[in-house]
């Protein structure tokens, strides 16, 4: 098969302990899943079903403690938010999987932030349409190297954390979660035919705010490689 161009590389991420690195296909997002960040944002606490959203691997940016990155303020927006958030990253097959089973899907986890244009997502709000302008753009979804799941262990209480110029903003327990896991898992299997390659962004706890230019943001979840992240100019 002949193209008309060559797209980039596909978007990949390191592995702890591994020389290959991970290919990511798709980015999948949650909203609302700390009920406390929920109500930060006068949102109500809805246990009906989980709220998604789509990222585009395009939007993936690479970072760690080691090796921090640097990126522009986001264009486009006047409010741009951080919000830190545990990452499930798939290594097998699922469709319409059972909670029991979704944990075979979980290759391991990393830790990641959900930056989002606030603004552009409140105005769409407000006009009920959809919120890709606020969440899907280049840099969007940061996410540190991929610990495996044997290594990690099953996510229980570690505690997740933000730091922003070396104050903490955001410091919860991965139990306060509405949806587990598994639950999120199964969900999402319900509507998609997962695979490896697949991020799952768990959501966020409450404390998230704006960043601006010269912001170092330090994100960590117990037992994870932690990750730093310096806001330049746009």
């Known amino acids: 098969m002949t193209l008309l161009f060559q797209l980039p590389e596909v978007p990949s991420v390191p592995v702890i302990g591994e020389s290959a690195r991970y290919p990511v296909r798709r980015i999948f997002c949650v909203g609302r899943n700390y009920a406390a960040h929920a109500r930060e944002l006068g949102n109500a606490v809805d246990r009906e079903a989980p709220i998604w959203f789509n990222k585009a691997p395009a939007a993936l940016c690479n970072t760690s403690a080691e090796a921090p990155a640097t990126i522009p303020y986001p264009p486009g927006t006047k409010d741009c938010h951080y919000e830190m958030e ?51 753009f280049e840099n969007g979804a940061i996410i540190a190297p991929i610990t495996r799941a044997s290594d990690f262990g099953m996510p229980a209480a570690q505690r997740i954390a933000l730091s922003q110029n070396g104050t903490v903003k955001q410091d919860a327990p991965l139990d306060e979660m509405i949806w587990s896991i598994p639950e999120l898992i199964a969900d999402l299997s319900r509507m998609y035919h997962l695979a490896p390659g697949d991020l799952i962004y768990t959501g966020t706890p409450a404390g998230v705010g704006p960043i601006v230019p010269g912001d170092r943001l330090e994100g960590s979840v117990e037992g994870l490689e932690s990750l730093v992240l310096t806001i330049a100019a746009a």
């Not at 499930?88 to 089973?101: K, P």
């Not at 979980?106 to 105005?123: E, F, K, P």
């Not at 006009?127 to 969440?135: L, N």
């Open 86 to 136: 545990l990452v499930v990253a798939l290594g097998g097959e699922g469709f319409e999987v059972s909670t029991d089973a979704a944990m075979g899907l979980v290759y391991g986890y990393a830790c990641g932030i959900d930056l989002t244009r606030r603004d552009l997502q409140n105005a769409s709000k407000a006009k009920g349409y959809p919120w890709d302008t606020g969440k899907d």
